[in-house]
């Protein structure tokens, strides 16, 4: 007994009126996606009818046949109609425009200071200098005392000092963590000390309140200033090249003697004389000398035994020697154009 033409119509006519209200009613893409499934699909409800052709008197055969793929073009049909208006509607709302070309991501960077920062550190952690730090509010002991300027010393005022109530105040030099070195450590000592440091400098091309400094300390039997000289020259040749030469100058520190400043040759004119130079032909870049004895007895190391040499590194002064630059400030201002260039 063949089914009758008349049901499977119906059927195909049920069919067609509930796919076109599902998908008229989809919202999003991927419900349209399994509405495709539910009808079109292998065991899709579209499908499953094309089995009744079989079914039917061999003369309904044709007609059905008919029916059947048109209710198949117009449910795909509709399919792709509400997909392109979601399409539409979703990139109404979004303000999307594909065509449009790609937006950079920015990438962050290093400031200069902390660039050359590194690069002094990995200089003398490859000569076998160990990295120590020590904080930025310092006691007064640690800052001066301890380093040989007592109360009444006139060094004292020369760094002008940001003072904090109880003996406390901002570390006016890196120096200070020397002695938290000594005190902490025996002999042998081979530290720098990287960190910032504060002054009341009103702020210049040359001088910020806030600066930055590496200190350096060596301590052992029979260290000379020979060896001072040695590793400041190795630390400038490698940080400058060959070229560059190394001049120390009879100075003043309370806690070294004998003291010495020193001076890089200008890398920028090989000096001939320029303005970073001043027409001098040399940058200088701070302080040194062989650690003085009073020093030690603040520390409990025997003098008889040891001695040492310290030095002081500006990093700030070395920042601009090596991206030459002019105005310190630029450092400090976060100018990511200024930035981006390093
Ligand atoms: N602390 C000194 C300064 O800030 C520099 C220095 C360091 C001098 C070590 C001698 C030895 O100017």
Redesign the pocket.
């Known amino acids: 007994m063949p089914v009758d033409l008349k049901n499977v119509l119906d059927d195909i006519a049920r069919l067609h009126q509930e796919a076109k209200d599902n998908i008229n009613r989809a919202d999003s893409l991927q419900t349209l996606q399994q509405l495709k499934i539910d009808y079109l699909a292998k065991k899709g409800k579209v499908t499953v009818l094309f089995a009744k052709i079989g079914q039917v008197d061999p003369k309904d055969r044709p007609t059905l046949g008919e029916h059947l793929n048109r209710l198949k073009t117009e449910i795909t049909d509709a399919l792709q109609q509400r997909s392109d208006e979601l399409a539409t509607a979703q990139m109404a709302i979004s303000d999307f425009d594909p065509s449009l070309p790609g937006r950079k991501p920015s990438v962050g960077g290093l400031n200069p200071l902390l660039q050359v920062m590194d690069e002094i550190k990995s200089i003398f952690i490859g000569m076998g200098f160990r990295i120590e730090e020590g904080p930025e509010i310092e006691t007064e002991y640690n800052n001066f005392v301890a ?1 040989n300027m007592p109360e009444y010393h006139p060094a004292r005022d020369m ?1 002008d000092t940001f003072y904090l109530p109880n003996k406390y105040l901002l570390r ?4 200070p963590v ?1 002695i938290r070195t000594m005190e902490s450590q025996k002999p042998p000592v081979r530290m720098i000390a990287p960190g910032r ?1 504060f002054r009341k400098d009103t702020p210049d091309a040359t001088h910020s309140p806030t600066f930055h ?1 590496v ?3 060596c301590v052992d039997k029979n260290v000379s200033f020979a060896d001072l000289k040695g590793v400041v020259q190795a630390f400038a040749t490698k940080l400058f090249g060959n070229q560059v030469k190394v001049r120390f100058r009879p ?1 003043f ?1 309370p ?2 003697e004998p ?3 020193y001076d890089f040759s200008c890398v920028f004119c090989n000096q001939k004389g320029c303005r970073f130079c001043k027409n001098t032909g040399w940058l200088e870049i ?4 062989m ?1 003085d004895p009073a020093v030690f007895g603040f520390v409990g190391y025997d003098p008889e035994v040891y001695t040492g ?6 990093v700030e002064r070395v920042a601009l020697l090596k991206y030459q630059i002019d105005d310190i400030r630029t450092l400090y201002e976060n100018d990511l154009r200024y930035l981006e260039q390093f």
């Not at 006016?172 to 120096?175: C, E, G, P, V």
């Not at 701070?286 to 000398?289: I, L, T």
């Not at 040499?309 to 500006?314: E, I």
């Open positions: 380093l760094q006016t030099h890196t120096s020397q440091c400094q200190e350096g300390l100075s520190f806690f070294t003291s010495a400043e701070s302080g040194a000398g650690v040499y310290a030095f002081g590194l500006g």
